[in-house]
């Protein structure tokens, strides 16, 4: 068979050739972005093919928001992400929102600001009141950045909490919402609370912890009486600068005798390691 010429209108196959210019504006567009995505995990420049994303942008997005699910429904148990003797170390106390289920947790978020009636007995019986700081941890919405970031935040915090203040038994609390704050100023009158809790995550992490700084939270306060260190895990705030954000923090909220917005954060550089605690006695 012999094969036909082709039509004039036809393009040979074969390897495309790009003028040098075209080349050098393609190739500088690829160091921006990589310049871009370097500093950021939000999803900018996109791959598309035609009006859609590529495969893999949308494998990855699925891949994302599936993580995004499983942080929310996962229950954190901390003899096992954290391991037995963290907690042992730590003294950690285990104790529970007035929430039973992670489904009634979702659905009532006013039950995870509330004791349970038997935690309530155990925080009494097994913490001592009156400490200068008090710090706990609660799963929250995202149980995931609590497992990951607490056994390298919770140390820091320890470490750079300076022995001048006295420290609280550190709390952890099941289906956590941020009002427990004021559960817990409540119960044990600390000067400071931080509450270090999981962030309802995105599609950028699922690891994400923030940490709520309240100065003697009572019954009635809300996030106007509180301040905040977010957006700490490894590609946003890291735990040991985030450590000395907390305690650089606490210490003003000290200071001024109050917390909310009109305490700013007012960085002091730690120089050294700092004397470590001491745990009030009972």
Request: hydrophobic share 45%.
């Amino acid at each position: 068979m012999t094969s036909e010429p082709l039509p004039h209108s036809a393009t040979p196959l074969g390897p495309k050739t790009i003028p040098p210019a075209q080349a050098a504006e393609a190739l500088e567009l690829e160091k921006i972005v990589a310049a871009i995505r370097a500093r950021t995990q939000a999803r900018l420049m996109l791959s598309r093919q035609g009006g859609s994303y590529t495969t893999r942008v949308q494998v990855g997005l699925r891949q994302d928001h599936a993580a995004a699910i499983d942080a929310v429904w996962r229950e954190l148990v901390p003899a096992t992400d954290w391991g037995a003797a963290f907690c042992q170390a730590w003294q950690i106390l285990e104790t529970t929102s007035a929430a039973t289920t992670k489904e009634e947790y979702v659905r009532r978020p006013d039950l995870g600001r509330i004791f349970s009636a038997a935690s309530r007995e155990t925080i009494a019986a097994g913490c001592p009141a009156g400490a200068d700081l008090q710090i706990v941890v609660g799963d929250g919405l995202s149980a995931r950045a609590a497992a990951v970031q607490v056994p390298i935040l919770l140390p820091l915090l320890v470490a750079a909490a300076n022995g001048t203040w006295s420290l609280g038994r550190p709390i952890f609390v099941r289906h956590c919402r941020v009002g427990i704050l004021n559960a817990v100023g409540q119960l044990l009158a600390p000067k400071v609370v931080v509450l270090l809790v999981g962030e309802r995550p995105g599609l950028q992490t699922s690891e994400s912890l923030s940490a709520y700084l309240a100065y003697r939270p009572a019954p009635g306060h809300t996030d106007a009486n509180r301040n905040l260190v977010s957006n700490i895990h490894a590609a946003g705030t890291s735990p040991p600068a985030a450590a000395e954000r907390i305690i650089a923090l606490a210490a003003e909220l000290m200071r001024c005798g109050t917390s909310g917005p009109a305490i700013k954060e007012k960085l002091a550089t730690l120089h050294g390691p700092p004397p470590a605690a001491r745990l009030t006695s009972s």
